[in-house]
């Protein structure tokens, strides 16, 4: 029996392939974008750690400032701790680092880590040569020793034989390899390593370290974070006081990857999906009730002649089954398609996914996929199942077969109305994206006026070269005067920030004297910086000087603010020859004198608040923070990646061993500061045009049913005279009274998802009517627009061919 009625349904779309290709469009459509965002979910969420007991690591640090995800932890905090947590049986550190390794034909830079012995058993990754990591490769004044990652060893080394036992240089030191790990062990999720370094922490020494521990068979979470709160007061003290912040918590070490508020914005466009696809289910549903309806004569004999109820809904199911099957081929390469855009567009542009994160279609997403197509035969097919299996034999043969359809009518516009709502609640959500995007893109950027002429670039300096900071600042100075005088260079400079992509720091300020408030000390984005800055980027100076040879190491600390700043500490007054304090309420404080007043400048990325800025000259930075890596920018009269080869060589020029990487324009760089707010905006704004579509056929597929039913009653109507504007009013109230409820419903559904998607951060609003209003609009023309052909049809009806349906 099933066979015999799957071949019926085979034979029955065959006949019909206009409705069978748009029923596969539109519903391959919903399960493409619902697979590819469960994608995102199975990847960033679901998927476990690539490592032995992943539920038992925790990250242990500070709680972040927005409560999503974790930071770091204070090395004296980790050795305080390390070993007197009953909750925990193992505990490890690590901190990412770059370094440059000379395998004999210059430096080349790699990333890697400096980590404990005891993250390598909590990793439980085994040497592929040689041995891992041992507690006493930690201790003070131990042979330097390394071990190097697969892919280093094979292409970097040539695969030698003989490498355990031989020293490389490595940040300029000799180092002896005494282990390779195998390529898996580049993919931890730590970074994208290739080296790694054993670290050495010693008490009284404050370094800012990610730890991780490991929860003792039995112990949960909560326990182990009671443990914790009880060990807080003593975690602080091991500070200085100057230090003591937010105090310590425990996550899930997978929050580290994957906080919080991106795991909150992954459900939430799943979620938008998810509707989508009850969408793409629902006109389907449409089409299928209309075609049910016209074999409703063919079912009210079947059911006559002893058809069970049972096998005519099983017919229908199997049709519904045989276009989620084709829906599902078609769904799969837009789930590939969406997962390459993801990864070109943010993953591979936007630093901080976890190498072991990969982006595509695995078993997990292909059993969420046929999953979703049973799904959707039910969700698509159940309602005309259930129609067509219950005919009205006395109705169908009264009406000669052809069916008033008015039970078929009321739940087709039913459903209509419910499109009409979801499409509302989908393009609100879209709007409020590309609204905030479009804010984003429209303001003027301070200090980008030639961004995709500026070439930004990462050094990285050999500390046994370079052990103070006074020499990193020489080594800085002369590349830049050695950059100056290469051809096509219009300026270059050194620093630790690039305007509206790469902050340099936050820190506290105040006034001299000031007691603290309330609500703690007001904060400021601070770049350090050369005197070339300003020229390079091309910031203006509103007042005062900017930087020069006067501002030594040895001459009075100097700053120089930008408007914001002078407007918030110094209201109506002139800030030049003012001073602040940086670091207030610590223990070593600096006063700094301002010289003068730039325009206002975003250092910090476009989707960050935006804070007073504060800049102080590179020559008086030393010990006030590392400088081993620097930014370099270089304006050129070309476009930047044509000078990225120059740049380097002028890097070797004054240091061989320096390593130079992260090279990119400062165009991009800004890039990736927006990159977040433009996925979601595309994926919702996606959403949004999809759902719009589907709206629209499924509401020109119920009017267009409903011109077709009426046409005997149109005809009658012209025939007695009716003109134009009264056909036009009569399909028009449908539309109306249609249009109507469902826009009441979306608004009634659309103003609290609005405060579901507000953000600060992303600059999106609740309830704002530049999006809900032009979204209105949208709706009632594009269902105008649908309600045309039907429209244009009933008033071309000819009453004698409309009355040959009596």
């Known amino acids: 029996m099933i066979v015999w009625e799957l071949r019926q349904a085979w034979r ?29 979910v199975n990847t960033l969420i679901i998927e476990p750690l690539p490592i032995p007991q992943p539920d038992r690591l925790m990250a242990l640090g500070e709680p972040s400032s927005n409560g999503s995800g974790i930071e770091t932890l204070d090395s004296a905090q980790y050795l305080d701790v390390r070993d007197g947590m009953r909750s925990v049986d193992l505990m490890g550190a690590y901190m990412g680092i770059g370094v440059s390794v000379d395998e004999g034909g210059g430096a080349t830079y790699y990333t890697g880590s400096r980590m404990s012995a005891s993250m390598m ?24 020793v390394a071990l190097l990652g697969e892919a280093l060893w094979r292409h970097g080394l040539h695969a030698d034989p003989r490498i355990i036992g031989r020293a490389l240089r490595v940040d300029g030191e000799w180092v002896t390899v005494v282990g390779v790990l195998p390529a898996q062990a580049s993919r931890l999720p730590v970074t994208d390593n290739q080296i790694w370094l054993p670290m050495h922490l010693q008490p009284g020494e404050h370094s800012d370290i990610w730890a991780v521990a490991r929860l003792a068979p039995g112990s949960q979470l909560a326990q182990a974070r009671a443990e914790l709160d009880a060990w807080n007061l003593r975690l602080q003290a091991a500070l200085p006081t100057d230090m003591r912040t937010r105090g310590i918590t425990l996550k899930p070490w997978k929050y580290g990857f994957v906080p919080e508020d991106m795991r909150r914005w992954v459900w939430l466009m799943f979620g938008a999906a998810t509707l989508v696809l009850l969408l793409a289910c629902v006109n389907v549903a449409n089409l ?53 855009w993801l990864v070109a567009t943010y993953f591979a542009n936007a630093p901080g996914a976890a190498p072991f994160m990969h982006f595509g279609i695995d078993a997990r997403v292909l059993a969420a996929a046929f999953a979703a197509a049973l799904l959707s035969t039910a969700l698509a097919g159940m309602i005309p199942a259930w129609r067509a299996s219950r005919p009205d034999l006395q109705d169908v043969l009264r009406d000669g077969g052809k069916g008033s359809g008015s039970g078929f009518a009321r739940v087709a516009k039913s459903m209509v109305m419910g499109e009409i709502a979801l499409t509302m609640v989908l393009l609100v959500g879209a709007g409020m994206f590309v609204h905030a995007v479009r804010n984003v893109l429209s303001q003027p950027v301070v200090g980008a006026s030639h961004a995709a002429q500026v070439l930004a670039a990462r050094v990285l300096l050999p500390p046994a070269a370079y052990a103070d900071d006074a020499q990193r600042i020489r080594f800085f100075d002369a590349v830049v005067d050695h950059l100056h005088q290469q051809a096509g260079v219009v300026d270059a400079t050194a620093s630790d920030t690039v305007p509206d992509a790469v902050l340099g720091s936050h820190e506290s300020i105040a006034l001299p004297g000031q007691p603290e408030p309330a609500q703690g000390w007001s904060r400021a984005q601070m770049g350090i910086v050369d005197p070339h800055f300003l020229a390079t980027y091309g910031v203006r100076l509103r007042e005062g000087r900017f930087f020069d040879a006067r501002d030594r190491a040895d001459s009075t600390p100097v700053a120089v603010v930008d408007a914001k700043m002078a407007q918030a500490m110094w209201p109506h007054l002139d800030a030049l020859g003012r001073t602040l304090v940086l670091w207030p309420g610590r223990m070593h404080t600096l006063t700094l004198t301002v010289v003068g007043v730039i325009e206002p400048l975003q250092l910090d990325g476009a989707l960050e608040k935006s804070l007073p800025g504060l800049l102080l000259p590179l020559d008086q930075s030393a010990g006030q923070g590392p400088l081993h890596s620097v930014e370099l920018a270089v304006h050129t009269h070309l476009a930047a990646d044509h000078f990225e080869q120059q740049l380097a060589d002028a890097v070797h020029a004054v240091e061989p061993q320096a390593a130079v990487y992260h090279m990119r324009s400062q165009a991009s760089a800004m890039a990736q500061s927006r990159v977040g707010l433009i996925v979601l905006s ?8 999809v759902a719009l579509l589907l709206a629209a056929a499924g509401l020109y597929g119920v009017l267009a049913f409903a011109v077709a039913q009426r046409t005997r009653e149109i ?64 709706v009632i023309g594009v269902s105008t627009l649908a309600a045309l052909l039907p429209l244009l049809r009933a008033l071309r009806v000819d009453p004698a061919v409309a009355l040959r349906y009596e």
């Not at 392939?17 to 399960?31: E, N, T």
């Not at 909590?122 to 006493?136: D, T, V």
């Not at 002649?305 to 005519?312: H, N, P, S, V």
């Not at 951060?761 to 999006?771: C, I």
């Open 121 to 144: 058993s909590l990793l439980g990754i085994k040497p592929l040569l040689g041995r891992s990591l041992a507690p006493s490769d930690e201790t003070a004044g131990a042979p330097k």
């Open 715 to 778: 005809g009658i109507r012209r025939a007695i005279g009716a003109g134009h504007g009264a056909i036009v009013r009569t399909v028009a109230r449908q539309l109306a009274w249609q249009l109507g409820l469902g826009l009441g419903i979306g608004l009634l559904l659309a103003i609290p998802w609005s405060g579901v998607l507000a953000d600060p951060v992303l600059r999106t609003q609740a309830h704002d009517p530049a999006v809900f209003v032009p979204v209105l609009l949208l």
């Open 288 to 340: 299928q009730l209309v075609q049910a309806l016209q074999r409703c004569h063919e079912l009210a004999l079947r059911s006559a002649l002893g058809g069970g109820r049972a096998r005519l809904m099983v017919g229908a199911l199997l049709e519904s089954l045989l276009l989620s099957v084709a829906a599902l081929a078609l769904a799969l390469p837009v789930v590939h398609g969406g997962n390459r």
């Open 12 to 40: 029955r779309l065959m006949r019909r392939p206009g409705y069978a290709l748009l029923s596969v469009v539109v519903l391959g459509m919903g399960l493409g974008v619902t697979l590819f965002l469960f994608s995102l």
């Open 682 to 689: 595309s994926v919702f704004g996606v959403l949004g045009l």
